[in-house]
């Protein structure tokens, strides 16, 4: 096969990495991309699904409940070769051990060609149950705001990771906390996006209709601004950890591309290039989004045809079930019953279940990158999210209103309507929400820029103290 044919191989072969894909909304949204795949992609294209999970059991069972789903939609499915199109790639990895984080990517940069997509979806909510009376009460008297932005959860304060380095008496400082809900939710993604910026990288000049490598951060309706503090970026003081880390992800993913975030980012992206055979030892210098470029991390190697980052993007999958907030399967079934009433009375992001709250998630995988330049050209980059309206749930693509950033970052404008999925139109406003100001916009960005700073800070921090090699 010559050069040519190769690329468009590659191209028609797609590969998409979803942490925490056993359960919930990760499961859900595995399924929905097998679905949207063979339903919009012509017959020569293939997906390769990249699912996490904290053991090989959680991997065992979900490849064998995914490939179940795939038979049991082939008698619906108009091309019968349709399941041969999608491989399942399994991987474990706890997202609160960075030792574990070191040793995927590892394997990852070795047996991967690519990653086209990675969503960032695992993640944990540190909650011990709800406060049954309080719950009660305030969705007889205030239901749409109290399943919207629940307030009766009871979190547990503190929670720090196991220890991440090795005891050793000759040791003679002692291992800083890390937060577990921040590590699972956002740290361990963001070494782990670093540690694989070579899969999610692509070529200066690439073919035409093709994609560049998308960063998708999971989010929550929930990431409210007084749920997050600087100062506490691990939130180990906080009653609201999970809150916090959404937060934290909207704010890194909205400034990604910003100038006041640019030196941060930078660094972020300057991973070592994937290990290749002794005699074809190569560095392609990454290029920052103003086509800058950076020194190749080998000078001693050749330099090769520069490469663009990937991009960030962020999406909240509304209210839909989940296992984050550990309650009785009654109770459980009484949430999905007044979410639904939530929804009839008129709210956008009560999704209700995991499958609908994937909306979003796989439109960002699969849309195309003019689709969603165009999008973020016109209107500013946006936290998307996964909306149904009326009795039957029908499914939208929305922006979401983020405190400080507004719908797009655009201070005084208003936001195009989308064409037939709606993607584009306002969602829901929370209540108290204000329209952006000049004021709030470059707080916005500041905030950014220290929170890209800390967290490359933290990172760097991190790896001295692993060393560069896992065990």
């Given at each position: ?392 749930g029908r499914e939208s693509v929305m922006r979401t209103e983020v405190e400080g950033w507004g719908f797009g970052g655009r201070v005084g404008k208003e936001v195009e309507v989308g064409k037939e999925v709606e993607v584009g139109k306002r969602g829901r406003r929370m209540r108290g929400a204000v329209d952006l100001t000049e004021e709030a916009r470059v707080s916005f960005e500041e ?7 800390e967290m490359e800070e933290l990172r760097e921090e991190w790896e001295e103290r692993l060393g560069s090699s896992a065990e």
């Amino acid at each position: 096969m010559n050069g040519n044919g190769a690329l468009k191989a590659k191209q028609a072969h797609t590969h998409v990495l979803i942490t925490g894909a056993n359960s919930g909304l990760g499961f859900a949204t595995c399924c929905r991309l097998i679905d949207e795949f063979l339903d919009t992609r012509p017959a020569t294209h293939f997906l390769t699904l990249i699912i996490t999970t904290r053991d090989t059991t959680k991997s065992n069972d979900t490849i064998s409940r995914l490939e179940t789903y795939l038979r049991r939609r082939a008698p619906r499915s108009k091309n019968l070769e349709d399941a041969r199109r999608i491989s399942i790639q399994a991987e474990q990895v706890d997202l609160t051990s960075l030792r574990s984080i070191q040793n995927v990517s590892k394997r990852l940069l070795v047996t991967t060609p690519k990653i086209d997509a990675i969503i960032l979806n695992a993640g944990i909510g540190g909650f011990t149950g709800i406060n049954t009376l309080k719950a009660t009460w305030l969705i007889l008297t205030d239901l749409i705001e109290t399943v919207t932005n629940p307030p009766f959860k009871i979190p547990s304060i503190g929670l720090t990771t196991k220890p991440q380095l090795p005891y050793s008496e000759k040791s003679t400082t002692s291992e800083p906390p890390l937060g577990q809900v921040f590590c699972a939710n956002v740290f361990g993604h963001y070494l782990l996006v670093h540690n694989l910026t070579p899969l999610l990288s692509r070529p200066t000049s690439p073919q035409p209709n093709s994609n560049e490598g998308r960063i998708i951060w999971v989010s929550s309706l929930e990431a409210l601004a007084h749920t997050f503090d600087l100062r506490d970026l691990q939130a180990l003081q906080s009653s609201t950890a999970y809150e916090s880390s959404k937060r934290l992800t909207d704010i890194l993913a909205l400034t990604a591309s910003l100038p006041a975030t640019k030196p941060w980012v930078d660094r972020f992206f300057s991973a070592s290039p994937p290990p290749q055979k002794s005699s074809q030892l190569v560095t392609a210098p990454l290029l920052s989004k103003d086509n800058t470029t950076k020194s190749p991390s080998h000078p001693e190697t050749v330099p090769q045809p520069q490469t663009l980052p990937p991009n960030f993007y962020v999406t909240q999958p509304g209210v839909c079930g989940t296992n984050i907030l550990p309650i009785h399967p009654i109770l459980y079934s009484f949430q999905v019953l007044v979410c639904y009433l939530a929804r009839w009375l008129g709210s956008a992001w009560h999704t209700v279940s995991a499958y609908k709250g994937a909306c979003a998630i796989v439109w960002l995988v699969l849309a195309s990158q003019a689709e969603l330049d165009g999008l973020e050209e016109a209107d500013g980059a946006a936290k998307w999210g996964s909306a149904a309206t009326g009795f039957r749930g029908r499914e939208s693509v929305m922006r979401t209103e983020v405190e400080g950033w507004g719908f797009g970052g655009r201070v005084g404008k208003e936001v195009e309507v989308g064409k037939e999925v709606e993607v584009g139109k306002r969602g829901r406003r929370m209540r108290g929400a204000v329209d952006l100001t000049e004021e709030a916009r470059v707080s916005f960005e500041e905030l950014g820029r220290e929170c890209w700073r800390e967290m490359e800070e933290l990172r760097e921090e991190w790896e001295e103290r692993l060393g560069s090699s896992a065990e």
